[in-house]
C-alpha cells in the first residue's frame, strides 16, 4: 500500500502532551519522518529516523514508531506548536514517496 | 546552510505547460534525491516526483503521464514541467532535497525545502 493515514484534527491545551499517529503498510519498513506546517509556510522537517530531530527543533518533539503506525509527540505543548502536521515516507517499494493527509493541531 | 531557491510562471492557461526550475546554493548536488511537492489550496502535500544527480528520475503514478523532471548538474539545477494543466493543477509548488539514512531499518526524509512557488491555472 502507499497511503499514510493521519487524524485530520487534534487539540491540546496548552501545556499538555499530545500524540498524533500516521498509519500505513510502509512504516513496517520504513520510519516516517515529520513536518510542521503553519500558514502560509513551507513544511519544516520536525522529526526523522527512529527519534531524531534537526538543529533548532525543541526536544519537546519526539517520535516513535510500532507496527504500521509512527507517533509524533509533543510534550507540553506550547501556543506556537499549532499548525499542520504531516508525516512523510518512502511506499512499500521504496520507489515512491508518500505524505499523510495532515493532521491539524489546535492548542488551547 | 543549503538553500533551495525556485521561480517559474505563476499563472497559466489550461493546457499549458508549467514550468519551475529550482537552483540549489550551499552543498553538494549529488547523493541526493531532489523532489518536487505541490499543494493544493486547503489541501495536503502531494509528491510528484524525483530526480537524482544522474537523472534518474521516479513520479508519482498518478501524474506520470505529464510530468517530466530533468536535471542541469553543471548550474546545480533540477527542473519541473507539468503538461495540459487544468485548474486542478492551481497549487503551491515546492522543490525540496531528500537524503536516506539507516538505523535498524532505513528511513528517508526531507530536510531542505524551497519557499514554494504558487501557480494557479485559469482561462
Known amino acids: 500500500s502507499s497511503e499514510l493515514t493521519q487524524d485530520p484534527a487534534v487539540s491540546v491545551a496548552l501545556g499538555q502532551t499530545v500524540r498524533i499517529t500516521c498509519q500505513g503498510d510502509s512504516l513496517r519498513s520504513y520510519y516516517a519522518s515529520w513536518y510542521q506546517q503553519k500558514p502560509g509556510q513551507a513544511p519544516v522537517l520536525v522529526i526523522y529516523g527512529k527519534n531524531n530531530r534537526p538543529s533548532g527543533i525543541p526536544d519537546r518533539f519526539s517520535g516513535s514508531s510500532s507496527g504500521n503506525t509512527a507517533s509524533l509527540t509533543i510534550t507540553g505543548a506550547q501556543a506556537e506548536d499549532e499548525a499542520d502536521y504531516y508525516c512523510?515516507?518512502?511506499?512499500?517499494?521504496?520507489?515512491?514517496?508518500?505524505f499523510g493527509g495532515g493532521t491539524k493541531l489546535t492548542v488551547l | 546552510q543549503v538553500q533551495l531557491q525556485q521561480w517559474g510562471a505563476g499563472l497559466l492557461k489550461p493546457s499549458e505547460t508549467l514550468s519551475l526550475t529550482c537552483a540549489v546554493y550551499?552543498?553538494?548536488?549529488?547523493?541526493?534525491?531532489w523532489s518536487w511537492i505541490r499543494q493544493p489550496p486547503g489541501k495536503g502535500l502531494e509528491w510528484i516526483g524525483e530526480?537524482?544527480?544522474?537523472?534518474?528520475?521516479n513520479y508519482n503514478p498518478s501524474l506520470k503521464s505529464r510530468v517530466t523532471i530533468s536535471v542541469d548538474t553543471s548550474k546545480n539545477q533540477f527542473s519541473l514541467k507539468l503538461s495540459s494543466v487544468t485548474a486542478a493543477d492551481t497549487a503551491v509548488y515546492y522543490c525540496a532535497r531528500g537524503l536516506r539514512g539507516y538505523s535498524n531499518q532505513y528511513y528517508y526524509y526531507m530536510d531542505v525545502w524551497g519557499k514554494g512557488t504558487t501557480v494557479t491555472v485559469s482561462s
Open positions: 512523510n515516507s518512502r511506499d512499500s517499494s521504496g520507489n515512491f514517496w508518500v
Open positions: 530526480i537524482n544527480h544522474s537523472g534518474s528520475t
Open positions: 550551499g552543498g553538494s548536488f549529488s547523493g541526493y534525491y
